[in-house]
């Protein structure tokens, strides 16, 4: 499928563990991206190529990526990590593809 | 540091046409391709297509093609987009987002521009 599937809404206390999934059958083709877009204002690149993160992202953020499935993972969860999250793969053909993306409440 | 400045938010009737800008500083801007996402209310994100801003080339889903025009001007560092014929579920904001990598890396995003159809 052309889609990239992930859960609607992930809730975490703070100081614990949070665990997006990304899955699509178009993942096997490439590297995986994160976001995380806070309300009212515009995303922010998290983990870029599976597992790396861009200068001034905190240590707390990782990701994972095998065959269909990638994973955001928020360890130590903080207040401020409270966002929307999506994931994004790319084809040189098709283009940028972003998943449905999950809502990250820190209770 | 590398900033993408957005025209501001746009109201337009169905069928009009609507152009955005998205004005590039901090780097060479000839250096990244730059991408147009849109995201509708309560929904998620579109890719609308990318712009190679050396050579002006574009490429955009097939589903947008002959509605979608990407074009720049070098000289002042701007990209657009025009979408024409517009409809309702056209309303969205608009992002322009620069390429790190020319593989869909998206690391600097504008500010976003509200465009409303109605």
């Known amino acids: 499928s052309s889609e990239l599937t992930q859960p609607l809404s992930v809730s975490v206390s703070p100081g614990q563990t949070a665990t997006i999934t990304c899955s699509g059958d178009t993942l096997t083709y490439g590297s995986v991206y994160w976001y995380q877009q806070r309300p009212g204002q515009s995303p922010v690149l998290v983990i870029f190529?599976?597992?790396h993160r861009p200068s001034g992202i905190p240590e707390r953020f990782s990701g994972l990526h095998s065959g269909d499935t990638a994973t955001l993972t928020i360890s130590g969860t903080q207040a401020r990590d409270e966002a929307d999250y999506f994931c994004q793969t790319w084809h040189s053909s098709n283009g940028a593809l972003f998943g449905t993306g999950t809502q990250v409440t820190v209770l | 540091q590398v900033q993408l400045m957005q025209s501001g938010a746009e109201v337009r009737k169905p069928g009009a046409s609507v152009k955005v800008s998205c004005k590039a500083s901090?780097?060479?801007?000839?250096?990244?391709?730059i991408h147009w996402v849109r995201q509708a209310p309560g929904q998620g994100h579109e890719w609308m297509g990318w712009i190679n801003t050396e050579s002006g080339g574009t490429n955009s889903p097939q589903r947008h093609r002959g509605r979608v025009t990407m074009t720049r001007d070098k000289s002042i560092s701007t990209v657009y987009i025009e979408l024409s014929g517009l409809k309702s579920d056209d309303t969205a904001v608009y992002y322009c987002?620069?390429?790190?990598?020319?593989?869909?890396?998206?690391?600097?995003w504008g500010q976003g521009t509200t465009v409303t159809v109605s």
């Open positions: 190529g599976d597992s």
């Open positions: 901090g780097y060479t801007f000839t250096d990244n391709y």
């Open positions: 987002a620069r390429d790190r990598t020319s593989e869909g890396e998206m690391d600097v």
